[in-house]
Nanobody
Framework: QVQLVESGGGLVQTGGSLRLSCAAS????????INWFRQAPEKEREFVAA???????RYVDSVKGRFAISRDNAKSTVYLQMNSLKPEDTAVYYC????????????????WGQGTQVTVSS
C-alpha cells in the first residue's frame, strides 16, 4: 500500500499562494488516483481536488479557478498549487490515494497522515 506524506503548508496573507506536495513511497503510485482533502477546526473533512492516474482532474466548486492539481509520476508526487488564497481556505490539508475520486474517498480511506497546515490571514 502506498504511503503518503504532505508538505508545503504555511501562513500566507489573503491573495497569496502556496504549493502543497504529496509524496508517495511504496506501492505503485502511478496506478492511484490522488485526492486532496481539508479539515478546518470543528468542521468535517471535505474534498478539495483530485487527479486520476491518467491525469484527469476534479475540483470542489469553491476552489475552481484558484487551485490546480498536478502529478509527477517519476517523482511519485502530486502537487496542489493554491492561488488567490482566502481565509476560508484555512485548514489542515491531507492527501489520499485511492481507486476512486471525490468525497466518497474520505469514507473509505483509513491511512490518513499528519496533513499540512494552511493558514490564510485576513
Amino acid at each position: 500500500q502506498v504511503q503518503l506524506v504532505e508538505s508545503g503548508g504555511g501562513l500566507v496573507q489573503t491573495g497569496g499562494s502556496l504549493r502543497l506536495s504529496c509524496a508517495a513511497s511504496g506501492g505503485t503510485f502511478s496506478r492511484y488516483n490522488i485526492n486532496w482533502f481539508r479539515q478546518a477546526p470543528e468542521k468535517e473533512r471535505e474534498f478539495v481536488a483530485a487527479i486520476s492516474w491518467f491525469g484527469v482532474d476534479r475540483y470542489v466548486d469553491s476552489v475552481k479557478g484558484r487551485f490546480a492539481i498536478s502529478r509527477d509520476n517519476a517523482k511519485s508526487t502530486v502537487y496542489l498549487q493554491m492561488n488567490s488564497l482566502k481565509p476560508e481556505d484555512t485548514a489542515v490539508y491531507y492527501c489520499a490515494a485511492s481507486q476512486k475520486m471525490g468525497d466518497v474517498v474520505k469514507y473509505e480511506y483509513n491511512n490518513w497522515g499528519q496533513g499540512t497546515q494552511v493558514t490564510v490571514s485576513s
